[in-house]
Each structure stands twice: as C-alpha cells, then as structure tokens.
C-alpha cells in the first residue's frame, strides 16, 4: 500500500473514532441530564395554606408554581423563593414552605424548567436552574405585596 493510501486510512479512522466519541458524549448528556418528571400529588391547600397559582416567562419557558402570601397582611413581605431538587417538583418543598410561612414569610414554589408540569428545554443545567430564579425574581419585582429589598432563595440539592 503506498504511503499516501496508509495516512488517509489513519486520518478516516481518527476522524471517526473522535466524531464517535463526540456522539456518544452528547447522547449520554441527553440522557443524563434529563429529570424523571413527577408531576404534584400535593399542593398548599392540602397543608392547610392560602394560595395563588402563578406562572412566568424563562427564556420563553413557561415555569408554573404556587404564591403563598404572608400571614403578615397586605403590606410588602418579605418573600423566599423555595427551589426543589433534581427531578423533584414544587410540592417537595411545601414542608419548608409551612414553616417560613408560619414564621411571616411569603413563599414561592414552583416546578423548575423540565420539572413537574413547567415546560421542557432539553438537557437541565445548572444555569438553566439559576435562570429560572432569576426570572422569578423579575417576577416577584411586579408584585405589589412583595417587599423586593428582602427576598431570599432556599433550595435543596440541586436547586440549591
């Protein structure tokens, strides 16, 4: 075999063994990264809690939660985003929830972006995850009864 021959069967066989390895990376990260979808068998009303249901825009995702208003009264309150972990869903936290609204708190909870019955995008990531607090936090910036100099974010494993 002449040595021209020789080279472009080495270089065919290391294209198709990176273009290989690069295919198989990218299915395993689509099926790594994404959550078993549970959908809610609980809500708020089931622990006894006075509720809004609430949705809003990430990335022209739809995320889909739950507003639980302080028992302080209609002034601005101070608000804590609850943020469940990976393929969890809003109703993972409503224990939590309980407990901060007892102490004054207004709560959100919501299905993170590929969670519970918010949209789908793909593989979830980490920044994905921080968008969607992001965007909630624009959220609650339209809310009159949500004093936006004190909110604060409490999240669990990979919400957190």
């Not at 609430?54 to 995320?63: G, L």
């Not at 969607?132 to 004190?150: E, F, G, H, K, S």
Request: charge should be positive; hydrophobic fraction near 45%; proline fraction near 6%.
């Amino acid at each position: 075999m002449p040595l021209p021959t020789i080279l472009l069967v080495i270089v065919a066989g290391v294209v198709l063994t990176i273009t290989s390895i690069i295919v198989l990376i990218w299915l395993s990260v689509r099926l790594w990264c994404r959550p078993k979808r549970r959908l809610t068998s609980k809500g708020p009303e089931d622990y006894g809690l006075r509720y809004e249901p609430i949705a809003f825009q990430s990335h022209n995702f739809t995320i889909r939660g739950w507003f639980i208003p302080s028992l302080s009264g209609p002034q601005p309150a101070s608000t804590i985003i609850l943020v469940h972990g990976w393929s969890g869903n809003a109703a993972d936290m409503l224990p939590a929830a309980c407990f901060l609204h007892q102490a004054k708190f207004s709560v959100v909870l919501y299905d993170a972006r590929g969670h519970g019955v918010s949209n789908n995008d793909g593989p979830i990531t980490l920044l994905k995850v921080a968008q969607d607090i992001l965007a909630c936090l624009d959220y609650l910036a339209t809310r009159a009864d949500v004093d936006m100099r004190r909110v604060g974010v409490l999240g669990h494993s990979f919400g957190g």
